[in-house]
């Protein structure tokens, strides 16, 4: 069975640090690109960051560039968003999500299911 | 950023009626291979979102035929041919043309 399980959020304030992990399994992990996407109800579903099988190649959307880094390590399976200098409006669900690609991306095939981050300002 | 536009934002109907929900990207998602990078999420009732359609009209595994996709360049559209009660939930559909990514605004379905 193909299962993203995803660890890390919590509570924090403003400005501190958090790690998201994901452990994959029931694929092969190293096969395929991954990302993470977040909800926040008023906000509705927002893509955050993508990895490709090697991490040759990594993205991020706009608002978190410079502050989150995507990042995997395919001997544990695992794939991690390290999210530093955190903001009021990164308070979200955040999903550990399984691309049908490798080296390119298409679409999202496996989805975790999340773990909420809370900042308080 | 390529902007996604669905309607309607909210859709009720009779069970064994068909629905279509509307995608409008600000930009052509046809690629040079011949592809529409457009997908079709659906996330029901105390779930994570789920993929239905991807690169514009094929099928998931899983998904049942009665559920379709179709479209080209701009303007997309998810067809449910005889709603049943268990397609209830808020279906987005979100272009992989170039990052960022992004999604629509999501359409709630949900029966009469």
């Known amino acids: 069975e193909v299962q993203l399980v995803e660890s890390g959020g919590g509570l924090v304030q403003a400005g501190r640090s958090l790690r998201l992990s994901c452990e994959a399994s029931?694929?092969?992990?190293?096969?395929?690109?991954m990302h993470w996407v977040r909800q926040d109800p008023g906000r509705g579903l927002e893509w955050v960051a993508a990895?490709?099988?090697?991490?040759?190649?990594?993205a991020y959307v706009d608002s978190v560039k410079g502050r989150f880094t995507i990042s995997r390590d395919n001997a544990k399976n695992s794939l991690y968003l390290q999210m530093n200098s955190l903001r009021p409006e990164d308070t979200a669900l955040y999903y550990c999500?399984?691309?049908?690609?490798?080296?390119?991306?298409?679409?999202?095939?496996?989805w975790g299911q999340g773990t909420r981050v809370t900042v308080s300002s | 950023d390529i902007v996604m536009t669905q309607s309607p934002l909210s859709l009720p109907v009779t069970p064994g009626e068909p629905a279509s929900i509307y995608c409008r990207s600000s930009?052509?998602?046809?690629?040079?291979?011949?592809?529409?990078?457009l997908d079709w999420y659906v996330q029901k009732p105390g779930q994570s979102p789920q993929l239905l359609i991807y690169?514009?009209?094929n099928r998931a595994s899983g998904v049942p035929d009665r559920i379709s996709g179709s479209g080209s360049g701009t303007d997309f559209t998810l067809r449910i041919s005889r709603v049943a009660a268990d397609d209830v939930g808020v279906y987005y559909c979100m272009h992989a043309l170039q990052t960022p990514f992004t999604f629509g605004q999501g359409t709630k379905l949900e029966i009469k």
């Open positions: 999500v399984k691309d049908m690609g490798t080296s390119g991306w298409y679409a999202f095939d496996m």
């Open positions: 930009q052509s998602l046809l690629h040079s291979n011949g592809d529409n990078y």
């Open positions: 690169l514009g009209s």
């Open positions: 029931g694929f092969t992990f190293h096969d395929h690109a």
């Open positions: 990895i490709n099988w090697n991490s040759g190649f990594k």
